[in-house]
């Protein structure tokens, strides 16, 4: 994602039980991972065999070019150094959060680990990527081709996180915000109470918002709290980064939204 979040590693993998394997010397050959296929890629399974995934779950991986992989499968986020050797994935210092799931799920981080810390043969070509080991293998594509980013004009965005700087939660229940950036330049937006609207220019990775026109209903309570934020986030420069159904606008006080696209049956 662009920002496309995952939590500090916090707990060694000397705590959960798995192994590491470390390069040695030799004639093998590797690759450095600022050149390799893989790196600043994020993958997404479309398929996988020795394992059954948890229903509505997928396995994402991300490469960094510093050699550090990123790992996710519905529970904790895992993580370590890699490299790949002679078509071969080693990991060293693999660690996960402490995160309590749900037993299928933390069940599937095991099987995942389990796979990582055994040597598995490594293939990435164009935007594909394959995972195989002796306890099974992911299939994988590229996040960019499964799942493309979003339009961030021409698409009704639908309010899901309130951000404050560091701190982000939910909206409040039952106040729904939604925003449309129109192709003719003309933002439509739905404040949780009042309704705005406004002109917008799109330069890059900012947007800047002209002045807000909005109805006058009085509003209260939680309404009132949305209608707050979303005017205060939508005013003048504001930045904005798309990770395939999601959108994140930051205004220049810190205050900011997520969005994600709204899905029609």
Request: proline residues 3%; negative net charge.
């Amino acid at each position: 994602m662009n920002s496309g979040r995952l939590l500090t590693f916090l707990v060694s993998c000397a705590l959960i039980g798995c192994g590491s394997s470390q390069i040695t010397g030799g004639t093998t050959a590797s690759t450095s991972p600022s050149s390799s296929p893989e790196a600043g890629r994020t993958y997404l399974s479309t398929e996988v065999t020795g394992h059954e995934l948890v229903a509505n779950t997928t396995i994402s991986i991300s490469f960094d070019t510093r050699g550090t992989l990123s790992v996710q499968a519905g529970c904790n986020s895992i993580g370590g150094s890699y490299s790949v050797v002679s078509g071969t994935l080693r990991v060293d210092a693999l660690s996960q959060t402490e995160m309590g799931c749900a037993p299928e799920l933390m069940s599937q981080d095991e099987w995942l680990v389990s796979l990582l810390t055994t040597d598995p043969t490594f293939t990435a070509d164009a935007d594909t990527l394959v995972i195989s080991g002796p306890t099974g293998s992911i299939t994988m594509l590229d996040k960019k081709t499964a799942q493309p980013d979003a339009s961030v004009v021409g698409t009704r965005w639908l309010v899901d996180t309130i951000i404050q700087g560091d701190v982000a939660s939910t909206p409040p229940q039952g106040a729904v915000g939604s925003i449309l950036f129109g192709s003719d330049g003309a933002l439509a937006a739905s404040l949780g109470c009042n309704t705005g609207s406004a002109q917008f220019t799109v330069v890059g990775d900012n947007i800047t918002i002209g002045a807000m026109a909005t109805t006058r209903m009085a509003c209260l309570g939680e309404a009132a709290e949305l209608e707050k934020h979303m005017l205060a986030v939508l005013a003048g420069a504001v930045q904005f980064a798309i990770d395939a159904d999601a959108l994140t606008l930051t205004a220049e006080s810190g205050a900011g939204l997520g969005l994600r696209l709204e899905q029609h049956p």
